[in-house]
Nanobody, 115 residues
Framework: QVQLVESGGGLVQPGGSLRLSCAAS????????MGWYRQAPGKQRELVAN???????NYAGSVQGRFTISRDNAKNTVYLQMNSLKAEDTAVYFC?????????WGQGTQVTVSS
């Protein structure tokens, strides 16, 4: 059974930082492309960043230079380091695993940026 379990969300002030983690089980983690998506209230889910099995990364323009995605294949975990957070980063953040056909999602973790 595939499981993606996100953690690290919470409430942070504008300009602050958070690090999200996503622990995967039930998949051969190293061959999967991993991604972080987010969904704000009333908006569609959008890609934040992804990282290929090769380590190649890709970011949404709105987070470029502020967020960093990384992976630790030994721990079956993908991370999202979020710096200089803004109110508009408030959303539920979802972990995603993709390899050829199957795509898996975590349950999401809430990130709220507010003073």
């Amino acid at each position: 059974q595939v499981q993606l379990v996100e953690s690290g969300g919470g409430l942070v002030q504008p300009g602050g930082s958070l690090r999200l983690s996503c622990a995967a089980s039930g998949i051969t983690f190293s061959i999967y492309a991993m991604g972080w998506y987010r969904q704000a209230p009333g908006k569609q889910r959008e890609l934040v960043a992804n990282i290929a099995s090769s380590g190649t990364t890709n970011y949404a323009g709105s987070v470029q230079g502020r967020f960093t995605i990384s992976r630790d294949n030994a721990k079956n975990t993908v991370y999202l380091q979020m710096n200089s957070l803004k109110a508009e980063d408030t959303a539920v953040y979802f972990c995603n695993a993709h390899f050829l056909g199957p795509t898996y999602w975590g349950q999401g973790t809430q990130v709220t940026v507010s003073s």
